[in-house]
């Protein structure tokens, strides 16, 4: 089955610890993105991949380091995540040739809590 | 700066009704747009795709429609039932530094009644 598969679905942790979100995606993507959601602010972009080894800052990248040595893994790394790091992550995958025009896969989530 | 809004925020119907969520876009210089399915502690799950030089795309109950020029799209449902209950989101794709990026609406909570 095609999907994008995060890891792990709920984590909670203490501020400083660093914690790795893994994502992986089955669909042979280029393109792979981390969005961060919280309530009255949508849906924001924190980093995004168009293909090995090329990465790039989304909208709200403080805080965050990603890496893309696999084409099918796009891990989210917090080095010393901090409270107003809370929030739900979404993965998110396509095709990049016609990134334009190719839907976006998204994974199921990770809850992160950080006290 | 690309912003979308997405009007309204929540929307209650009864079974049957056929509905309108509204989402409309600052910069009219979009690649496409994406409408989107959200339900409670899940992720994303892709409805329809509009490309810039399309009107509208249809899949079942649902046909999104396009108007790039004054920066507006409409998912439009059909004979609304209990299991389209979920927050819907739209999101434009439009050029960023050299590369493309989704700039997402906050959504519209939707939740039909049987």
């Known amino acids: 089955e095609a999907q994008v598969t995060q890891n792990p679905r709920y984590l909670i942790t203490v501020t400083g610890k660093k914690l790795t979100v893994t994502c992986s995606q089955n669909?042979?993507?280029?393109?792979m993105s981390w969005y961060r959601q919280d309530p009255g602010l949508g849906l924001r972009q924190i980093y995004y991949s168009m293909n090995v080894e090329v990465t790039d800052k989304g909208d709200v990248p403080e805080g965050y380091k990603v890496s893309r040595k696999e084409k099918r893994n796009f891990p989210l790394i917090l080095e010393s995540p901090s409270p107003n790091q809370t929030s739900l992550y979404f993965c998110?995958?396509?095709?990049?040739?016609?990134?334009?025009?190719?839907?976006?896969?998204f994974g199921n989530g990770t809850r992160l809590t950080v006290t | 700066k690309q912003e979308v809004t997405q009007i309204p925020a929540a929307l209650s119907v009864p079974e049957g009704e056929n509905l309108v969520l509204n989402c409309s876009f600052t910069d009219s210089a979009i690649y496409n747009l994406q409408w989107f399915r959200q339900d409670p502690g899940k992720g994303l799950t892709s409805l329809l795709l509009i490309q810039s030089s399309q009107r509208e795309q249809t899949s079942g109950r649902l046909n999104a429609s396009l108007d790039k020029s004054s920066g507006r799209s409409t998912l439009y449902i059909a004979a609304s039932q209990p299991g389209d209950s979920a927050t819907y989101l739209c999101?434009?794709?439009?050029?960023?530094?050299?590369?493309?990026?989704?700039?997402f609406g906050k959504g519209t909570m939707l939740l039909v009644s049987p």
């Open positions: 999101a434009v794709r439009h050029a960023l530094s050299g590369y493309s990026t989704l700039t």
């Open positions: 998110a995958s396509s095709f990049r040739d016609t990134p334009i025009n190719s839907p976006l896969h």
């Open positions: 669909m042979n993507h280029e393109y």
